[in-house]
């Protein structure tokens, strides 16, 4: 989609509301042009001593209906087209939002929140000025425009005063081709450095409490200073071609004002023209001034919005990675194994993050894995061994390489994302939490669950008694990002949004590593006691969390080093009784999974 589409959708459902402020506009404009006209007959007739006290009167009335006519016509005019530009504004960023929920993980890891919130922001609204100001001055300043020169043409005015009097308007064209592309250049800058300092925003309230903590203010605000003084740079540079641009045509339209004060006024001397006409022509070049300047500032906005354009459309270009085949299958997971062949994994260059592998190292590497329908593997390895990797891969959050994860014999690449997704509940280490209710929260998924339901899912959780502790209990709501509950709690409420789901494949990735090991006991138990015939994969760092497993998997360098149960492994001289041996004697220390 380019920005001539943004555009061509947007008019194509607006068009007749423009059609009909254009028409108003020609309408106002010619009202407003007999103005000049009436008032020079009025000094024509006032010089010859025509006019008595009932005709001044006459003349009053009709310069006010000139005027009350103006205002009116030209006010609903302009009301259209400010609705329109705010049904743009309602209509893109909706079309934005829609867009980024087709978007892959790949492209959130590149692009920070604060970023994207820019495009909604700035961006969306730069564009909607340009249509409301933008449309709405240039429609009636051009027919100011064209009204006023016919009128000026059928003037008493010789052609030759009238060509001179506005031969210095006609370099406006000039102006704007020489400005307009250094504006644009600037207006982009000025985009991109704003989109930073939200970002930048976004980041340093979401860490207020922990700059607080380490009392480190003074260092995050000269940091976040840099930025908005980045801002103040390019804005000022912007505001310096776009203001000597603008004080041009002011200049221009004096120009031409000048010239016909002096050759008009001399002309009139001579009484080659009278002085109504005279008088006629200095207001109508006068009047020629402010559409011109209304063209200028338009032009100003427009070179602004079309910076703005081309950004919407780079994001709205922008394609999933992870895409569903035609005719992607529907599969029923309730009865499904699932296998892994020759699994080998690499991230790209801006994917890596803390615990990553350096570019050009696998992050998994030749895993062959099956985990029968109804069983429960357990997974444990050391920070950075691959273990997040392979699930965000089993949920194609990143896509695996063909042939190489299948869930009932199919190809997991050839089957629609919603089926895959919807047939397995994910519990991560840091589940997010909304600024909602808790039982909003953990009806995350399932939205019409009965509070029963909800109940029983936190029971599970073993999180129901710190539920209740609250005086509005499920009804509590919660901080941003769940701020309200401590870290525990919120592991707990995330794992109760899993469970409620019911899915017949549940994914714990270390999900229960800040509760205490009693409770991460009771958790366990109850888990194997729901899911008996349904498949679950745990990942942990504390070998109590999968001793219990049918078959546990151990990971390091993104390969699978041992396999088979608690007893055999233990029996083995390798990496998992070391980390068993470690864990008795309380000296490892609970890491983040990759």
Do not use: C
Request: aromatic share 8%.
């Amino acid at each position: 989609m380019d920005s001539q589409r943004i555009l061509a959708d947007f008019f194509k459902k607006t068009w007749p509301y423009y059609v009909l402020s254009i028409s108003l506009h020609l309408v106002a404009s010619v009202v407003q042009v007999n103005f000049p006209r009436v008032l020079g007959n009025f000094t024509d007739e006032l010089k010859d001593g025509l006019l008595t006290v009932d005709g001044i009167l006459r003349y009053s009335w009709i310069l006010l209906a000139i005027g009350a006519g103006y205002a009116l016509i030209g006010g609903f005019a302009q009301y259209l087209v400010m609705w329109t530009g705010r049904f743009f504004e309602f209509m893109n960023r909706r079309k934005l939002y829609l867009h980024f929920t087709t978007l892959s993980e790949r492209f959130y890891s590149r692009n920070g929140v604060g970023k994207l919130l820019s495009y909604f922001m700035n961006d969306v609204t730069a564009v909607r000025e340009s249509i409301s100001m933008g449309v709405n001055q240039t429609a009636g300043a051009s027919m100011l425009l064209i009204s006023t020169v016919v009128m000026l043409l059928l003037t008493d005015v010789p052609f030759y005063l009238v060509a001179a009097s506005i031969f210095p308007l006609l370099l406006i064209p000039v102006v704007v081709a020489w400005f307009g592309p250094m504006i644009k250049k600037r207006s982009m800058q000025v985009q991109e450095a704003l989109g930073t300092m939200t970002e930048s925003a976004e980041e340093q309230f979401g860490g207020i409490r922990v700059t607080k903590k380490f009392a480190v203010e003074d260092v995050m605000n000269a940091r976040f200073g840099e930025t908005v003084d980045r801002i103040r740079d390019r804005q000022l540079r912007l505001v310096r071609v776009s203001s000597f641009f603008q004080s041009l045509i002011p200049f221009l339209g004096a120009a031409s004002l000048i010239i016909a004060l002096s050759v008009g006024g001399y002309l009139t001397i001579r009484g080659d023209i009278t002085l109504g006409s005279f008088v006629a022509l200095t207001l109508y070049v006068r009047m020629l001034m402010n559409p011109l300047q209304q063209i200028g500032n338009v032009i100003n906005v427009i070179q602004r919005a079309r910076a703005s354009l081309e950004r919407l459309n780079d994001l709205l270009a922008k394609q999933a990675d992870i895409r569903e085949m035609e005719a992607a299958a529907e599969l029923e997971l309730e009865e499904a194994a699932i296998e892994l062949r020759d699994l080998s994994y690499a991230y790209e260059e801006e994917e890596r993050g803390e615990g990553k592998p350096a570019k050009g190292r696998l992050a998994l590497q030749d895993i062959n894995l099956r985990v029968p329908a109804g069983s429960t593997l357990g997974i444990i390895g050391r920070t950075g061994s691959g273990k997040t990797t392979l699930m965000k891969l089993m949920l194609r959050t990143y896509d695996p390489p063909p042939d190489t994860v299948f869930i009932g014999g199919e190809d997991i690449r050839k089957l629609s994302l919603k089926s895959l997704r919807e047939g397995i509940a994910y519990v991560p280490q840091d589940g997010f939490l909304f600024s909602s209710t808790i039982r909003e929260n953990i009806a995350f998924y399932k939205r019409d669950a009965e509070l029963a339901e909800v109940e029983a899912a936190a029971q599970l959780a073993r999180v129901y008694d710190n539920i209740v502790a609250f005086p509005d209990k499920f009804e509590t709501r919660l901080g941003e990002r769940g701020v309200t509950l401590s870290g525990g709690q919120r592991q707990r409420t995330s794992l109760a949004r899993g469970l409620i789901k019911d899915a017949p494949i549940l994914i714990l990735d270390d999900s229960v590593s800040a509760v205490d090991a009693v409770t991460e006991t009771a958790i366990m138990e109850t888990i194997r006691d729901i899911r008996e015939d349904k498949t679950t994969i745990i990942i942990a760092h504390r070998i109590s969390a999968i001793k219990h497993a049918d078959h546990i998997i151990v990971m390091d360098g993104g390969a699978i080093v041992q396999r088979g149960a608690h007893e055999t492994l233990l029996a083995e001289d390798g990496l998992y009784r070391t980390l068993h041996d470690l864990q008795e004697e309380g000296t490892l220390q609970h890491g983040t999974g990759n």
